[in-house]
């Protein structure tokens, strides 16, 4: 299915992947931290970082950042939240290596 090459290049970050994702409409990009694709994204001038957590990084075309008007990600979880408990056992987990 050619959706599903369209996919495997994004992710394997080929040189097409930007025009790929440009022709699809797609407007937010949200993949794994850490990963090829959000490391590329993280340097591109055309990407502008609005979400991350742990384990998620959500990116949106730098243009139509200001007009989306996100709320600011927070600096901080409540207590018992999923997000705050794996940012502290990532951090942990760091520590220890």
């Given at each position: 299915?050619?959706?599903?090459y369209q996919y495997g290049?994004?992710?394997?970050?080929?040189?097409?992947?930007?025009?790929?994702?440009?022709?699809?409409?797609?407007?937010?990009?949200?993949?794994?931290?850490?990963?090829?694709?959000?490391?590329?994204?993280?340097?591109?001038?055309?990407?502008?970082?609005?979400?991350?957590?742990?384990?998620?990084?959500?990116?949106?075309?730098?243009?139509?950042?200001?007009?989306?008007?996100?709320?600011?990600?927070?600096?901080?979880?409540?207590?018992?939240?999923?997000?705050?408990?794996?940012?502290?056992?990532?951090?942990?987990?760091?520590?220890?290596?």
């Amino acid at each position: 299915d050619s959706l599903l090459y369209q996919y495997g290049d994004v992710e394997s970050v080929l040189p097409n992947w930007d025009s790929v994702i440009e022709s699809s409409g797609t407007q937010l990009v949200l993949f794994d931290t850490g990963t090829p694709l959000a490391n590329v994204m993280l340097q591109s001038p055309r990407w502008q970082k609005v979400y991350q957590d742990p384990l998620s990084i959500a990116f949106v075309r730098t243009e139509t950042a200001a007009s989306l008007g996100l709320p600011p990600q927070p600096s901080s979880y409540p207590a018992g939240d999923v997000c705050a408990q794996l940012k502290t056992s990532n951090v942990n987990s760091s520590s220890q290596q």
